[in-house]
Each structure stands twice: as structure tokens, then as C-alpha cells.
């Protein structure tokens, strides 16, 4: 009570009322209590003089208190209620001013003590007492113990309001000494204070210890005889006691010890008081309840078993209570055995009230984690002490366990709740509210047990409601739920306290619980956390997974859940696995289905709940279990969702074949869970598996599917695919999970490292299982047409993704598990794989790192590294996907891709023939985006990579197309390389700073790369492709080639371009040459291309011109490398090869090649100097770009000569070669068919022939005659052989048009080449005249009689009619025609050389022209007889001049001269009878010209020329001066027109010219008489036989021409007699005058004939032989001489 105020105003207000109420006690007492009267007047005279005194009131009033109060002490010994009544006023007043004395109080505790034991005023007795200890101190020792006992004695009256009043004054006033302790305790001590002693405690008395100040000594008395009166002895200090009830005593104990613990803990002396006097007493006062077993029977007597008492056992735990809470740390052994018992009443056996309390009690100290902390330290952390906060935990535990095993225990038991419908709880059928707006009770379920939470606590809060029933005597009536809903309760408060103690007090509740645990802490402290740990989990696991398990409340749920989530995370923090993983499954079962419990998560908890192979008692009744768990989580929890279970390897196939039931207790376990993840992912570790098992087995249910980028969607095909019913309430639930479950994972890159691989550990192994499951029970996927869980792909993925900024961290785990998804033979976990791995390569590419990827060489070759492991995955959805990844990475990162071109490339390039087209085509889209877009940016030493896989893309034969597309890139590529050849060359020097390998420049060797990929192409197995290769690498040479150095032209030659001739070679020499319909399909081939061995043919051609024309083009470089000369052998050797070909087309294509390494012009119109300029090989050293050319030093002139002989001479003999063998006839051995047998073609011949003179002009310096000689075999061959039937329309001119064929003018033109060097040569070369003239003669021949080709049945020309032949001869008129022409011209030029005379190429030339002469009109051709006559003419007009001068050496050419001109005058064959006379008029004209020609040239020189020549000549002209008939005929019509008359008339007069009528005696004396005489003979035979003919003929007329004979017979001899008779006499012989004479009768026996014209001649001549009839003079003047 507030002190009151002590200022003279109140001092005078006391005082008058003081005088007041002296006043009202005199005039009360004024009759019957004079002597009361009289005490109040002098009172009041006393407190005048006071006030007239001192000015301050209350210094006068206090000494003089103890006679102040006398009156009103003797108004109350009146016992007149009334005056009493007023005298405590009064005395109230005094004491509330503090205005009296201790000797005041004395008699006032006197005054109420007379009063007590009368039995007045109680209540104001208690009223006063209590104004007057509490006011202040002035009561004190046995004033005060007085002053208590008189309250006690007032406690136990008989009135109800008395006693009550009085226990609160009692508490009030003990209270009030403690007080007084607490405030003499402030005051320091002044002077030494004695020590306490021991002994003297022990000893009890009614005096305190000396070491106490007088307040505590008072209160060390009151609490002394406290516990003496409740241990129900007698007390020492309160004299006076009567009585005293245990429960009062106890309540007052308690009350002392709940508020003064500083008094108890300061003092010694009260700490004493506990140990030796407070923890006994209650032991012994616990001592019947832990006797008590509820149930039991009673034992036998003589002891009877004293039952607990209500009020004493919870006025005990309420002191229990308070000792524990307080006094711990003094009282520690103490404790242990409260802790104890406390545990022991919570044992099944013990009643249900007691039970309660002592939960009640364990509430109260779960609460305070400071005293968990310290019974831990204590207790639990020590060797040999009892476990004390395991076995609280574990009680709890047991407590919870028992309330639904043992429902029946108890009268007020939870379990005795009669059902209403069927064993569910009251207004709950099936887990939902019966009736509308009905909220289901807060519950727990199990085992049939139903138990109602009926409370709920504030965290941290202890209300306790039977330890506060004070007044309650009898036990009360336990609710229904208390008991459980306590114990639930304070299993949440000690999870709660633990999590402060390891981790700190939250400051907020709804704070982020991720707080870590302080890193600096000891080792002491690190051991209490632990021990905290290991001491309570076990008993809360099992208690917490009950509770979660048998709740049906969604807030109880979650308590318990909040509870397991935290202590699971204590339990990772301080990285205690064990309590974690057990945690951690228990949270894992609870979200899954009842049974799956059993299945799932026994092999990953094994340690914590026996699992299947332990066959522990409920699994062998599994299927009763089943069923009511089943039954009970659906009554407990709304079912919300109806799944297929995910079939797990260690079950058999058919164990899931049903449906399960996921409720919505399952869905909040989920959240938890998923929960307890995110925010503690970092503690996991190991557990992870656990967790993320759980999540498959879930999201498999639910039917969430992964989607791209991994999370999760709700399949669409539900009800189809995976049978799951959902409920509308989770399907709007669905995206919010799947969303947490991507929350989950993304918060994965808040994890530090270690803890991330444990999470990507985990994902691994649970992928690892699903595919080991895909392995194993495929039949039963494909059973269920479902595949299987892509959960742990997905997820990884998504961690992936959000972790990409430490890629290096994780990228190999997670790619190298990804990659072995991709080979799983299941097509959707497979495709997931590539889904995953592409994902992510392609998001790590586009991540913002803190150095560019492009700098991170070994960053980019990491990321890039699981992209290219694809390829060798043989599946083409995996390639599929890898492609399409490469064409997006183009689009987005191409540009900054740098280093990581070479892991591209190899992607794109990874191609193979089992490859389908799409993926080839799909390939091929990303290499043309590279070459079209990317070359220029591409770092130049991966340029290579470029090359190669265009080549492999020209390669693969699965797409004609694209290997054709692909060739053209090469092209594109070859042409980039050129435009930006500086910038190329110079970053490829810079990468590459020496050499490159081999010696050659890096650039050079990136075009070397190219040509041998091109290479390869030109021999691919299509050929389409070798067509399209062979010309794009001879177009790339020929148009990059400059760039080359010369070094590298060697590499091209020897490792390209010989090795292409080579392959070609080998390759078209095997190729099969029947056609294959299956490779053609129905597609139409030409002929010419309908085998394999044509298309090779093909190839070989393009290959070896190609090859040829790089030779041509840049034979300016390739001389300049060292080994030129074997190069140029082998491309000879190539082409002989080649042209020996039974192919046509190959072999011809050989000569042009030939042609073309010979520098000939295609050109016609190149005129054959600039050929011959051109043809000249570089004599000077062409200056390439290589850098080394100041180290070649150049070749001298001769040297350069000498070497292009050699080389020249080697393609000579190559031709010759060539020819020898082409021309070669068919064997003739065995009868082969004509078509079987291969005959070179006309255009391979003309081309062979064509190619001798430019090759020649460069042989020509050693050509010699054997040369020569070989070279005419091959000419003459060629030209024999014949051109096959089908060909020979396109190839030998028809009759109209006669002309030389090609082949013809070919060989004419080689001779003409020929002809003019020999011309224009030393002598030496001029000694091949006479073979050059055999060569040209055997030409002539042809025109004449047709060659023969071995022994092939050839037709000769124009003779092919009716059906095909197989061979047909070529015509060879115009050919031998122009060849006489030539033999005239080179005769013309030549004919005075000595090898030319000696080696008689005149009568050679004879001989020849003799052959067509003699036929005449038997040649082929009448042009033929012709032009050669007056070729004659023309050589002898040159020929016999030489002949006459060199008579030696042309003996045999005269007599061969007579045979021509006699053959060709008098021929064998008529002229025919068609020939017009216009013709025959000019035949004769040619005759007469030969004629002419020995009347110049021959019979003016007779004398020089042999006598057989000019006797055969005479007789030529005699008989061609006579017309002689060709027919005997007696029938000829047309004969007499075609009489030679001018003929024998030129004749004739030749004869006559050379007669002797005009000569002198000794001029050509013989010649004359030899012409006379032969004529006359002549003459005379012919008449002879008309006579004879004419009288044999009879009346029939002869023949015309016999008549014209005979007719100019008669002629001659008359011109004949005209000429002899006017000769001079001299001349004529006289043999010849006989001769004449004997004609005479001759003519005389024609005069008969009929004939007019005949007569008229013979009359003419018979008129001649006038002048004979007489002799003339000369006769008879020279007599008989």
C-alpha cells in the first residue's frame, strides 16, 4: 500500500479525525465503559498539546502512539460490537498514517487477538492485520509470527467467508514478509555479517540463523514452519497453531516458491530450507501416487495402498513445478527425481487425472527451452545420469502410442465414446461434414480410435487447466481429447524450444525459417545441439508420424508437419543424417498412399521402420492392413485425386495393378515436403533421394508431365493414359504444385556447392532407377501404354537451367547422366534425354557469363562437349534433336561461337549412311546456313573443319541431292577462300607461325584439304557425283590453282590427282557391265550410260582430261617442281593405259588428253603457227609465289631442251605405243563373233593421227628414219580398219559427195607435216624420202584395191546394200586421189635427190600408178584412172629428163613403163557401155596425150633409152594406129561411135613421124624400118581375117566395128603407100616393097565385101598401088640391088 503523505495537511485531517472518533468513543462508553471515557478525554487533551507542540504533526504522533491507541484497545475489550467496530476504524486509520509505534503494534496484535479468541469483528480483524504488517515494517519477529497465527486461526473458522478471507490475507501476508526480504536485500549491509552455518540450520528452533538480516530471518521462520505444519509436525516459530490443512500449506509453499526464487537462490540459508526440508517432504507426499496402479488389484494387508489425493497431488506438481522452473540449477539431483517421476505418471497404468497433471507440468516446462538446454546438460549429456529429456520425449510419445492402442483404460477414457455411425466420430461419414454447414471436429484417427482435439494452445504458451483447480477435491471428470490434445501440444513446444536452443530465438514467427546455424560456435555447444538431437528424435518421429498420421484436421496436420519440416532441418544443419533421412521419410510416407508406405520408401528407410524383407508382423497381414488403411485415410482425409501407382524394380510386375487414393492430407504432406526442400535444400544432402523419389511417385499420380524447360503440366490425356480421377479442388491445386515443385528446383541455385551435387546426385540415381525400370519391366509399360517417370530428367534439366551461372559445377554430372538417358532404349525417356541435353546446351550458350564464352575456350568446349557425345548415339530421334539444337545455336549464337566451331562442325558432319534423309536433309540445312552465312566470321583455322564435312555431306549415299548440293559448297567454299585469300593467309600464319605440316604454308594446306576431299567425291559410287566432283575440283584448280606454291603443286599432283587416275582406274576396271535394273528403278538411262562400266568410262574420261588440262594450264609451275619428269611419265603412262581401253569412249577421251597436254588448239581456225608457238614448253624458270624462289636457280637453255626432249620423246614413244596397239588386227585365231571383236573407233583413230604432228614438232630434231618407218605401220593400219555397219552412215560420205573421211585427212595431214620438216631438215633427215614416197605410193594402193583388217569380213564401200553388215570398209578414192597429188608435188620437189634416184622411187611411182591405170574402168572410181594418167604424165615429164642423164639407175623403170602404158592404152575392160561420147571423146583426148608424150619424150631420145623399151613402144603405136575392135560380136549396135579414130590417128602419124620416108638414111634407121614393118604385118592379118569372117559370115552383115577396122586398115595402108612412094628411094628397104607387094592379093579378095565404106577405102588403096604396077626408075637403074 502506497505510503501515505506525510504533509501537515494530512497530519491535521488525521488528528481531527482522531479527535473525532475519541469524541464518538466517549459518548458511546459514557454510561457503560466510564473508564473508556475517560481515556478517550485525555487522549484528546494529548493530541491538543501535540498539535500545539510541534509543527510536525507526525513526529509528535508516533512516540506517543502507544497511548493514543489505549483507548481505542480498551473500547475493543468491551467486545461491544459496536464500540469494537469503531475502535478498529480508528486503530485502521492510525496504522494506515504510519503513526504508531512498534510498542503501538505490540498492543494492537494484543487488542486483535483478544478479539480473535472472542470471535468478533473477523473480517476486520483480517483487515486490520493485513493494514498493519503490510504498511510497513514496524511488526516484526514474534509480533509478526503472532499476527500470522492470529490469521490462521481465523482460517479455520467455522464461517465459510472468514476462512476464505483469511487464505487470502494468509498468501497476502506471507507474501508481504518475502517482500520484506526482497527490499532489505537492496539495502547494503553495513558492518561484517556472520557466515552461515550449516549445523545450525540443521537443528531447527524459533530463533533464525544468525547470518540472516531481521526480514529474512523472519521469513527463513514463516517458510521453517511452513513445511513443518505440512510434514504436519509442529512449528516452531508460529506459536500458537492449532490446526492446519495439507493442501493450504502446500498452496502457500508453492506461492513462496513461484515468487521469491531470488530469496532462495541468495540465501544459503532458504536454499538449505529446499534441499533438507521442501524436496523430501514432497517425495514423501508423491509416495501413494506412485504406489497407486489404477487397475490393479489391491494387495494383501496389513498394508493397504493409500490412494493419490487429487488436491495434494496437483498442489505437489504445482511445487514440482515451480522447483523445476526455478530452482534447477540448486537442485539438480532433486530435479532428476521430480523429471522421473513426472515421467512415471504418465504411465498407462496411472489414473487418467494424474496422467493429465503431470502432462500439464510437462507442458509447462516444454515451453522454456532453457530448461530443456539445462536438463540436457545435466542429465542426458552425462555418462551415468538418466536420460532425462529422452525419456520426457519418449514419455510423450508412449503417452500418445497408448491413447489409441488402449482406448478403455480409465472411466473417463477417450476411447469409451460410443460411435454413432458405424465407428466414425459424430457428424463425420467418409472424412466429410454430414448435413449442410457442418465443420468436422478437429480429430485423430486410428485403429477405429477416434479422439477429438478439444483445445488449442498459443505457441509458446502453457495454460494448464486441472493444475488450477484448487478448489477441486474429488478427481475431476477428464474431457474427452485433453489428454492427447495436451501431449500433442507439448511435443509441438518441444520441437519449438529445440529449434530456439540450436538455433536462436525468431524474432518473427512468419520469418523465413532458412536461418543457419551460427558457424563460430564451440565444440560444448555443438555437442548440447546434438545431444538435444539424438535425445528426442526418435521418440518425436515416432510420436509426430502417429499424430500425422491420425489427424484429420488440416491446422493439426500442419502443426505436426511445421514441426517435422523444423526438426528435419535442425537435424541437416547440424548434419546428423540419420534423424534427418528419418524425418525426412516419415514426411515422405505421409504424402503417399497408405500402402505405398509399405513399398516405396522401406529400402530407402530401412533403419527407421521395418521394411519388406524383414517381414515384420504387419507386412504378413498386409492385405488386412490394406484395406484399413486404406479405409481410415479416407475417413480421416477427403480423397481428391485417383492415380496409377509407378511401378518400382523391387516389386513384381503384377504388385500395382490397382488404382490408389491420394488424399487431400497427402497433397498438404506434399507441400511440406516440397517445402522442407526449398527451404532446406542446402541440408538435404543425402536425403535428397528420399525427397525427390516421394515427388515422382506424386507428380506419377497426379499425372503431371514434364513440359519443356522441365517443368511440370497436367497431362491432357488424364483419364486416358494414366487413369487418374482428379478432383476439381486439386485440379485447381495441380498448377500450383507443379509450380512450387519449379520453385523447388529453381531456389536450387541459392545452394552452396556441396549441397547442389547432393541434389543432382540424387536426380541422377532416381533417373538411374526409372531407366533401370524401363529396362527391366518394359512389358509392363508396354502393357499399360505409358512410359516411364521422366520426373528426375525434367528436374534435372530445370536445376540445370537455373544454375547455369556455375555451369562448371555442374555440367558434367548432370550431362554425362543426361547422355545415358539418351541411350535408353525407351523412345520417350530417350527423347527426353536429347530434350534435356539440348536444352541446356543451348541456354548455357545464351548465358550472360562474367567471361565471354568466346574467351572461355575451356568453358565453351565443356558445354559444347555433351552436344557432340550425341552423335554416337545411333538413334535418329536423338540426331533429330541434336540438329535441331545446332540450326537454333546457328540463329542465335553463331555469331560468338569462335572456338567452338570445330564441336559444331563435328555435329553437323557426324553423319552416316543408316541415317534417314530427313536427318541428312535436316544436317545438311545447318552446313549451308554455315557456308552461306558464317564463313567470314569463322576463325580461319577451323576453315578445314568447314571442308571436311561438306565432303562428308558429298559422301553419304542415302540423298543424291544432297551430295550434289554439297559438292556445289566446295565450290562456294573454294571461291571464299579466294576472295578473302590475304586475310585467310595472313590469320592462318598468325596461328600458325612456323611451317605447316609437310612444309607447306598453312594456306596451302587448307586448299590441299579441300582438293583431296574434292578427290575423294570424283570416286564416290555414284555418278552423278563423280561427274558433278571431277569438275568442280578441275574447275577449283583451274581457277585457285595460281594461289599455290610450288612445293604444294607437288603434293597436288602426288596426292590427288594421281591417286583420283589411280582409283578411277582400279575402280572402272572391276565395274560390272551388266545393267542393273535395281539400282535404275524405272528411271530411262541412255544407252551409253546403262552399266557401271559405262558411268566409270564416264569418270575416266573427266578425270584424265582433267588432269591433262591442269597439266596443260599450269605446266608453267609444275616444270619448276623436281620431279616433273616422273609426273609426265605417269600421266603418259595414265593415257596410254587409257587410249589401250576396249572402252571407245575412254580411250578416245585418252587422245584428246594427250592433245591436250600437247597444247593443240580445239580451234580449227588456229592457224598452225601460233599451235607450234604455243606448243613450245617454257625454256625460263616461271617465278610461282613462294618465297623460296631466290633459292632455285634457273636452268640454262640447253638444260631446258635436253629435259623437254626427254619428255617429248617419252610421248612419242607413248603414241607409238598407242597406235601399235590400237591398230593391232584381231586375233584370228577361234571364230569369234564380228560384234564380240573390239575395233577402234574412227574418231579414236582420227584423234591418234591428229595428234602426231604437234607432238612432232617437237620430236622432229631426233626423228629418224626408223621413226618413220614405225610411224607408217601405225598409218597404214589405222587407215585399214574398217567402221562398224551401224556407224557407217554417220562416218563414210555418201556417193554424190565423195570426200575424205577425218581419219583420211588426219594422215594426210601428219604426211604433209612430215614431208615439209624433211623438206626443210639437214640431210641426213632427207634420207626419208624414199620411205616418205613407199608410204604415200601405199596410200595410192588403197584407192585401188581396198585393205584387208586382219581377217575381218569386211564389205567394201557403196557395196552395202539391203540389210546391215557388221563391217564396212572405208572408201578410199579421194584419200589415194590427194595422196597422188602429194607424190607429184613431193616427186616435182625431189626428183634429182640422190636417195630419191637411187632408191628408184620413180619405177616405184610407176609401179603404183600402174595399178588404177591398168583397171581403168575397173577402178572404183573413174577419177581415179584419171588423175592418175596425167600424174603420170606429169612425174615422167620430170622423171625421165633424170632417167636419161642417170640411165644406170633406172634400168627396171623402163620396162615397168612399157606394162603401165600398154595396160592402160589397150586395157583389159572395155569402156562401158553407158559412157556417153562425151566422155569417151575425153578418155580418148587422154589416151592421145599419152601418145604425145612418147612422141616427145621418149622416141626422140631412143638412142639413150633401152632397145626393148622403144620395140614395145612401136608396137603400142602400131596397134594403136589401127582401130581394132573390142568385140567379136556379130550383134553390136553402138561400137563404131566409140572407134579411138583420133587414137589411131595420133598413132599412126607417131609412127609415120618416126619413119624413115621423112628421115635421112642413117637417122632412126631402125626405129623406121621397125614401124613399117610391124605396120604392114598388122595390116595384113587384119585383112586377112575380114576376108575370112566376111565368106564365113555368108549373107549376114559383119559387126560395125569389124567394118570400122577394116575400113581404117585400108586407110593406114593407103597413107602407108602414099608415104613409102614419096620417101626418097634410099630409105625404103626392100623387104618392105615385098611386104606391100604380098598385100596385094589380100586386098583384091575384099573387093566382094558388101560394105560401102569398106569399098570406098579399098578402092582408095588399090588406086595407090597404080604407081606399082611398073617398076620404078631407081629400080632398073640400080639393077637387081
Known amino acids: 500500500m502506497a505510503s501515505p503523505l506525510k504533509d501537515s495537511n494530512t497530519a491535521r485531517k488525521l488528528v481531527e479525525g482522531l479527535q473525532g472518533d475519541l469524541r464518538t468513543l466517549s459518548a458511546e462508553g459514557k454510561r457503560k465503559y466510564p473508564h473508556v471515557k475517560e481515556a478517550s478525554e485525555q487522549i484528546q487533551l494529548k493530541l491538543r498539546t501535540i498539535c500545539a507542540k510541534s509543527e510536525d504533526l507526525m513526529s509528535g504522533l508516533v512516540p506517543a502512539s502507544a497511548e493514543i491507541i489505549q483507548p481505542f484497545v480498551m473500547g475493543c475489550d468491551t467486545k461491544n460490537p459496536k464500540i469494537v467496530h469503531l475502535c478498529l476504524t480508528a486503530v485502521q486509520k492510525l496504522i494506515a498514517h504510519e503513526a504508531i509505534s512498534v510498542t503501538a503494534a505490540d498492543n494492537i496484535l494484543g487488542m486483535l487477538w483478544n478479539l480473535m479468541e472472542a470471535g ?93 538480516r531481521p526480514c529474512a530471518g523472519d521469513a527463513y521462520l514463516l517458510f521453517q514452519d511452513l513445511c513443518q505444519l505440512v510434514n ?263 520441437v519449438k524450444s529445440v529449434r530456439i536452443l540450436v538455433k536462436g530465438e525468431l524474432e518473427n514467427e512468419n520469418q523465413s525459417p532458412t536461418i543457419t546455424i551460427r558457424k563460430d560456435i564451440s565444440a560444448e555447444e555443438r555437442g548440447l545441439d546434438e545431444e538435444l538431437i539424438n535425445s528426442s528424435w526418435c521418440g518425436l518421429l515416432a510420436a509426430l508420424s502417429l499424430l500425422l498420421d491420425a489427424s484429420t484436421d488440416e491446422s493439426a496436420t500442419e502443426a505436426v508437419l511445421k514441426s517435422m519440416k523444423m526438426f528435419a532441418e535442425l537435424c541437416g544443419e547440424l548434419e546428423m543424417t540419420t534423424p534427418r533421412d528419418a524425418f525426412i521419410t516419415a514426411l515422405c510416407k505421409a504424402s503417399l498412399p497408405p500402402h505405398y508406405t509399405l513399398t516405396i520408401l522401406n529400402s530407402t528407410a530401412a533403419s527407421q521402420s521395418p521394411g519388406p524383407h524383414t517381414k515384420a508382423g504387419h507386412t504378413q497381414t498386409s492385405s488386412q492392413d490394406f484395406a484399413s488403411l486404406a479405409t481410415e485415410s479416407v475417413e480421416r482425409s477427403q480423397v481428391v485425386a485417383v492415380g ?146 521422366l520426373f528426375a530428367v525434367a528436374k534435372l534439366l530445370e536445376t540445370g537451367l537455373v544454375n547455369l551461372h556455375r555451369v562448371e559445377v555442374l555440367w558434367r554430372p548432370v550431362t554425362n547422366h543426361l547422355l545415358e538417358v539418351c541411350q535408353h532404349p525407351h523412345q520417350g525417356m530417350r527423347c527426353w534425354g536429347a530434350e534435356a541435353v539440348t536444352t541446356m546446351v543451348k541456354m548455357a550458350l545464351s548465358h550472360r557469363y562474367d567471361t565471354e564464352l568466346h ?39 553463331g555469331d560468338k561461337l569462335v572456338h567452338g566451331w570445330p564441336l559444331i562442325l563435328g555435329v553437323i558432319g557426324a553423319l552416316n549412311n543408316d541415317q534417314g534423309e530427313k536427318l541428312i536433309q535436316t544436317a545438311f540445312q545447318s552446313l549451308q546456313l554455315v557456308v552461306t552465312d558464317f564463313l567470314p566470321i569463322i576463325p580461319c583455322v577451323y576453315l578445314q573443319n568447314c571442308v571436311e564435312v561438306a565432303a562428308k555431306f558429298g559422301l553419304q549415299n542415302r540423298e543424291l541431292n544432297i551430295s550434289l548440293t554439297a559438292i556445289g559448297l566446295l565450290w562456294n567454299i573454294s571461291d571464299f577462300f579466294y576472295q578473302n585469300r590475304q586475310r585467310i593467309e595472313s590469320e592462318l600464319k598468325t596461328a600458325q607461325s612456323e611451317g605447316g605440316k609437310d612444309g607447306i604454308p598453312p594456306f596451302d594446306a587448307l586448299w590441299m584439304c579441300l582438293y583431296m576431299k574434292q578427290g575423294e567425291l570424283c570416286v564416290d559410287q555414284r555418278p552423278a557425283v563423280r561427274k558433278s566432283a571431277g569438275q568442280t575440283l578441275f574447275s577449283t584448280i583451274s581457277a585457285h590453282g595460281g594461289l599455290l606454291q610450288t612445293n604444294t603443286w607437288k603434293k597436288v599432283l602426288w596426292q590427288v590427282l594421281f591417286p583420283l587416275l589411280e582409283t578411277v582406274q582400279k575402280l572402272s576396271s572391276t565395274a560390272s557391265n551388266v545393267k542393273d535394273e535395281a539400282a535404275t528403278g524405272n528411271i530411262l538411262i541412255h544407252h551409253s550410260r546403262d552399266t557401271a562400266e559405262k558411268q566409270w568410262a564416264e569418270t575416266c574420261v573427266l578425270s584424265l582430261a582433267g588432269v591433262a588440262r591442269t597439266f596443260n594450264a599450269k605446266r608453267k609451275i609444275l616444270q619448276t617442281i623436281g620431279d616433273f619428269p616422273r609426273a609426265w611419265s605417269l600421266l603418259l603412262e595414265y593415257i596410254e593405259n587409257n587410249a589401250m581401253c576396249n572402252n571407245a569412249e575412254v580411250s578416245l577421251a585418252a587422245l584428246k588428253s594427250f592433245q591436250e597436254i600437247l597444247q593443240m588448239s580445239t580451234d580449227p581456225k588456229d592457224k598452225s603457227d601460233d599451235l607450234l608457238t604455243l606448243m613450245k614448253p617454257p625454256s625460263e624458270v616461271v617465278m610461282s609465289r613462294s618465297e623460296d624462289n631466290s633459292k632455285m636457280l634457273p636452268r640454262t637453255t640447253s638444260e631446258d631442251s635436253d629435259l623437254d626432249l626427254a619428255l617429248w620423246t617419252a610421248a612419242w614413244k607413248v603414241w607409238l605405243n598407242i597406235g601399235t596397239s590400237a591398230t593391232k588386227p584381231p586375233p584370228t585365231g577361234g571364230k569369234m563373233p564380228d560384234r564380240a571383236v573390239y575395233v577402234p573407233s574412227q574418231a579414236f583413230l582420227t584423234a591418234l593421227v591428229q595428234t602426231f604432228p604437234p607432238l612432232f614438232e617437237h620430236i622432229k630434231s631426233r626423228f629418224v628414219a626408223a621413226d618413220l618407218q614405225k610411224l607408217s605401220t601405225v598409218l597404214k593400219t589405222a587407215l585399214c580398219v574398217p567402221v562398224h555397219g551401224d556407224a557407217s552412215p554417220f562416218i563414210i560420205p555418201s556417193f554424190p559427195d565423195v570426200t575424205t573421211t577425218p581419219l583420211q585427212e588426219a594422215t594426210l595431214a601428219a604426211m604433209e607435216v612430215l614431208i615439209k620438216t624433211v623438206q626443210s631438215g639437214p640431210e641426213s633427215m632427207q634420207s626419208m624420202y624414199p620411205n616418205i614416197f613407199d608410204q604415200m605410193l601405199t596410200f595410192i594402193e588403197f584407192g585401188v584395191r581396198v585393205p584387208k583388217f586382219g581377217q575381218l569380213d569386211a564389205k567394201a564401200f557403196g557395196a552395202v546394200k539391203g540389210p546391215q ?224 569372117d566376111e565368106r564365113l559370115s555368108g549373107k549376114c552383115p ?84
Open 120 to 212: 468478533l469483528e473477523e473480517l476486520k480483524l483480517l483487515q486490520t492485520a493485513i493494514i498493519l504488517i503490510t504498511t510497513n515494517s514496524v511488526v516484526q519477529h514474534d509480533s509478526l509470527s503472532k499476527a500470522l497465527v492470529l490469521c490462521f486461526r481465523l482460517h479455520f473458522t467455522k464461517d465459510s467467508t472468514t476462512i476464505n478471507t483469511a487464505a487470502a490475507t494468509i498468501k497476502h501476508l506471507v507474501s508481504c514478509v518475502f517482500e520484506r526480504v526482497v527490499t532489505e536485500d537492496k539495502v547494503p549491509i553495513s558492518g561484517q555479517t556472520s557466515a552461515v552455518n550449516l549445523e545450525e540450520l540443521k537443528t531447527h528452533s524459533k530463533t533464525p540463523p544468525h547470518s540472516l
Open 232 to 494: 504436519a509436525d509442529q512449528p516452531f516459530w508460529l506459536i500458537g497453531m492449532t490446526e492446519m490443512t495439507r493442501t493450504f500449506g502446500l498452496e502457500l509453499l508453492e506461492a513462496v516458491l513461484t515468487s521469491f526464487p531470488q530469496i532462495f537462490l541468495q540465501h544459503q540459508e532458504f536454499s538449505f530450507q529446499l534441499k533438507e526440508k521442501v524436496c523430501p517432504l514432497v517425495i514423501k507426499l508423491f509416495s501413494p501416487s506412485l504406489k497407486f496402479r489404477q487397475g490393479m488389484p489391491p494387495p494383501p494387508s496389513p498394508a493397504p495402498v493409500e490412494r493419490p489425493f487429487f488436491p495434494i497431488v496437483m498442489r505437489l506438481l504445482r511445487i514440482v513445478c515451480a522447483l523445476i522452473k526455478h530452482y534447477y540449477r540448486i537442485l539438480v539431483t532433486e530435479c532428476e527425481i521430480f523429471l522421473s517421476l513426472l515421467v512415471k505418471f504418465l504411465d498407462s497404468e496411472k489414473p487418467n487425472w494424474q496422467r493429465c497433471l503431470a502432462l500439464e507440468v510437462l507442458h509447462k516446462l516444454s515451453v522454456q527451452p532453457d530448461l530443456l538446454r539445462s536438463f540436457t546438460q545435466s542429465y542426458d549429456m552425462k555418462l551415468h545420469s538418466t536420460k532425462i529429456f529422452r525419456d520426457i520425449v519418449n514419455g510423450m510419445g508412449t503417452y500418445i502410442q497408448s491413447q489409441f492402442m488402449n482406448s478403455a483404460s480409465g472411466t473417463t477414457s477417450s476411447g469409451n465414446k460410443t460411435p454413432d455411425t458405424h465407428g466414425t466420430p459424430p457428424a463425420l461419414v467418409g472424412g466429410l461434414p454430414v448435413g449442410g454447414g457442418v465443420t468436422p471436429q478437429p480429430a485423430f484417427m486410428y485403429r477405429g480410435v477416434w479422439i477429438p482435439i478439444v483445445f488449442t494452445v498459443p505457441a509458446g504458451q502453457a495454460r494448464p487447466t486441472y493444475l488450477e483447480m484448487l478448489d477441486k477435491v474429488e478427481p475431476p471428470a477428464i474431457s474427452d481429447g485433453y489428454g492427447l490434445s495436451l501431449a500433442f501440444y507439448c511435443l509441438l513446444e518441444v
Open 644 to 789: 496409377t501407382p509407378l511401378p518400382t524394380a523391387s516389386l513384381p510386375v503384377g504388385a500395382h495393378q490397382g488404382p490408389v487414393m491420394l488424399t487431400a492430407k497427402n497433397i498438404q504432406c506434399m507441400r511440406s515436403l516440397l517445402s522442407v526442400a526449398h527451404c532446406n535444400g542446402g541440408i538435404l544432402g543425402t536425403a535428397w533421394h528420399l525427397v525427390l523419389t516421394t515427388l515422382q511417385h506424386l507428380v506419377w499420380i497426379l499425372g503431371l508431365k514434364p513440359s519443356s524447360g522441365g517443368s511440370l503440366k497436367t497431362s491432357q490425356q488424364i483419364s486416358d493414359s494414366s487413369n487418374a480421377v482428379i478432383t476439381t479442388a486439386v485440379m485447381a491445386d495441380l498448377p500450383v504444385l507443379a509450380s512450387m515443385l519449379s520453385r523447388l528446383f529453381e531456389s536450387s541455385q541459392y545452394l552452396d556447392e556441396v549441397a547442389l551435387h547432393h541434389l543432382i546426385d540424387a536426380l541422377c540415381k532416381l533417373s538411374s532407377e526409372s531407366m533401370e525400370l524401363a529396362y527391366t519391366n518394359r512389358a509392363l509399360y508396354f502393357s499399360w501404354d505409358a512410359e516411364p517417370s
Open 855 to 893: 574467351l572461355n575456350l575451356k568453358l565453351q568446349s565443356m558445354i559444347l562437349g555433351p552436344l557432340q557425345e550425341l552423335s554416337s548415339i545411333p538413334q535418329p530421334d536423338i540426331r533429330q534433336r541434336q540438329l535441331d539444337c545446332v540450326l537454333q545455336i546457328l540463329h542465335n549464337n
Open 1365 to 1588: 553388215v557388221d563391217w564396212v570398209t572405208m572408201n578410199f578414192v579421194p584419200f589415194a586421189e590427194k595422196s597422188v597429188d602429194i607424190v607429184v608435188d613431193l616427186y616435182g620437189f625431189t626428183a634429182r635427190h640422190p636417195t630419191v634416184v637411187q632408191s628408184q622411187v620413180l619405177q616405184k611411182i610407176i609401179q603404183t600408178f600402174r595399178l588404177p591405170l591398168s583397171y581403168k574402168y575397173a577402178c572404183p572410181s573413174p577419177s581415179t584412172w584419171m588423175l592418175v594418167i596425167n600424174s603420170l604424165l606429169t612425174v615422167l615429164g620430170v622423171g625421165l629428163p633424170v632417167a636419161r642423164k642417170q640411165g644406170s639407175a633406172f634400168q627396171g623403170m623402163w620396162g615397168e613403163l612399157a606394162k603401165t602404158l600398154e595396160e592402160f592404152l589397150f586395157p583389159k575392160q572395155s569402156s562401158p557401155a553407158t559412157l556417153s561420147m562425151e566422155d569417151f571423146q575425153r578418155d580418148e583426148t587422154i589416151d592421145c596425150k599419152v601418145v604425145q608424150l612418147i612422141r616427145d619424150d621418149i622416141l626422140p631420145y631412143a638412142s639413150t633409152i633401152p632397145p626393148e623399151f622403144v620395140k614395145h613402144i612401136m608396137k603400142l603405136l602400131n596397134k594403136g594406129s589401127i582401130h581394132s575392135t573390142s568385140s567379136d560380136s556379130f550383134i553390136d549396135t553402138d561400137s563404131s561411135r566409140k572407134l579411138r579414130e583420133e587414137f589411131a590417128k595420133t598413132c599412126f602419124e607417131t609412127l609415120l613421124q618416126f619413119s624413115f620416108i621423112n628421115k635421112s638414111k642413117n637417122d632412126e634407121g631402125a626405129i623406121s624400118k621397125m614401124a613399117v614393118m610391124s605396120l604392114l604385118q598388122r595390116c595384113q592379118d587384119v585383112v586377112r581375117k575380114h576376108v575370112e
Open 1598 to 1681: 559383119l559387126p560395125r566395128p569389124r567394118l570400122a577396122e577394116m575400113a581404117s586398115v585400108l586407110k593406114a595402108i593407103t597413107t602407108l603407100l602414099k608415104s613409102l612412094k614419096q620417101a626418097p628411094p634410099g630409105n625404103v628397104e626392100k623387104p618392105v616393097w615385098k611386104m606391100v607387094l604380098h598385100l596385094y592379093p589380100c586386098l583384091v579378095d575384099c573387093t566382094t565385101s558388101p560394105s560401102p565404106s569398106v569399098c570406098k577405102a579399098l578402092r582408095d588403096a588399090l588406086h595407090e598401088y597404080a604407081d606399082l604396077l611398073s617398076p620404078p626408075t631407081s629400080a632398073i637403074t640400080n639393077g637387081t640391088t
